[in-house]
């Protein structure tokens, strides 16, 4: 069965970096494009940035343009996002996404 788990959340100081992984199972990673999805306390989930399946193409929501980076092993069926920069506006739990399929989350928390 398809699972994705996601690691790497903690607490960070504002300006802080950390980076989140996604380890994948179940399926052929190389095929899928995968994506990274944020939901803070009381807002909708949002889309935090993609990656097609063999990390050619790249996309991220305006908010975090030139302070995240998302990228992939194929070989070792992993995700990540590569987190600098960080904001308390960051704070929010982290999801990891294949077409149809979402991992249980990482809490990400920016604060001082």
């Known amino acids: 069965q398809v699972q994705l788990v996601e690691s790497g959340g903690g607490l960070v100081q504002p300006g802080g970096s950390l980076r989140l992984s996604c380890s994948a199972s179940?399926?052929?990673?190389?095929?899928?494009?995968m994506s990274w999805y944020r939901q803070a306390p009381g807002k909708e989930r949002e889309l935090v940035a993609f990656i097609s399946s063999a990390g050619d193409i790249t996309n991220y929501a305006d908010s975090v343009k030139g302070r995240f980076t998302i990228s992939r092993d194929n070989a070792k069926n992993t995700m990540y996002l590569q987190m600098n920069s960080l904001k308390p506006e960051d704070t929010a739990v982290y999801y990891c996404r294949r077409t149809a399929y979402w991992g249980r989350g990482t809490q990400v928390t920016v604060s001082s």
């Open positions: 179940g399926f052929t990673f190389s095929n899928y494009a």
